[in-house]
C-alpha cells in the first residue's frame, strides 16, 4: 500500500491529506490516461491540487491560490481544519450512511436547529441544490393536483438558475443553459426579476408556484429587494400558490434576515 507523507497543515497539525479534490491529484498522476477517464469539463481541473489548508489550495508545482469558491457556495468551510475533519472522523466511526427508510440522529439534529432558525420550517434533505428544487416541484405539482385542479405551471425569474436536472433546467431563466436540453419539460416560464407586476400579469389558473432566487448568483449578483419579496409572498397566498425560495441558508445580513423571515414562510430550498 502507498502512504502519503504527513505534513504540517496551516493549523498546526499534522495532516495526511493529500489535496484538493483528491481524485484530481490521482487523474493528474495518471497524466494522459485522464482524458479516458474523466469527463471534459474535470479535466481542467485536474491541473490542480497538490494540497490544501483552510482558504488555500497548492498546485502540483507549489503554487498557491485563495479558494474562495469552495463547492460553489456549498461546504464552505475551508480545507482540513481540524474540527471538520475531527468531526467527520467521529461519525465515519459510527454510521456513515443509511437510508432514508431509517431515522438518522444527526440528520434529526440538524433539523431541529433549522426548526429554531426558521420559526418553525420543517426539513428535506437532498443531496444537492437541483434535487431540492425538483423536490419543490413535486411538493408544488402535487398540492396542484390535490387542491388546484391538476395546475402544474411554475414561473420563474429572467437569469435564474436552478440546477441541471431536465426539471430544473427548464425552471432556469436562461437560454444557455437549455439549448442543447431541448425539448425541457413543460409547464416553466420566466418573467422579469424584482418585478411584482410580471408575476401577477403571468400568473393563470394553470400557476401553481413561484420560484425565485433572494439573491440571483448565476446570473450575475442581483438581490431580491424586500418589498418584492413580500409582494410575492402576499401574492402567492392570495393565489394559493407554493412559494420557493431557492438560496442558500444564511442570508447576507441580520436585518435582511429577519425580514426574510417575516416575509417568507415558504419552501426553501
Ligand atoms: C440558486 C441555485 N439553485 C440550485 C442550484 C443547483 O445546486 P446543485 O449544483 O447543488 O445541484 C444552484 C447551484 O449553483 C444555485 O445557485
Known sequence: MRRTRARRNDYGGDSANDGFLGSNIRAARLGGARKQVLSAHLQALARHGARCAGVRVWDANGKVYLDLVAGIATNVLGHAHPNVVRAIKEQADKLIHVS??????????????LYNVSGGMRSFFSNS?????????????K?????????????SMDRSFHGRTLATTAATGQQKYQDTWLPLPEGFMQVPFNDL???KAATT???????VEAVQGEGGIFP????????????CDEQNLIAGNTTALRPTSRPWQRAWRAACRLVRC
Open 100 to 113: 432514508n427508510l431509517y431515522i438518522n440522529e444527526r440528520q434529526v439534529e440538524l433539523a431541529e436547529q
Open 129 to 141: 441544490g437541483a434535487e431540492a428544487v425538483e423536490g419543490a416541484i413535486k411538493l408544488a405539482r
Open 143 to 155: 398540492f396542484g393536483r390535490q387542491n388546484r385542479g391538476g395546475a402544474f405551471h411554475v414561473i
Open 197 to 199: 407586476d410580471a408575476v
Open 205 to 211: 389558473d394553470k400557476t401553481i408556484a413561484v420560484l
Open 224 to 235: 431580491a429587494s424586500p418589498d418584492y419579496l413580500q409582494g410575492l409572498r402576499r401574492w
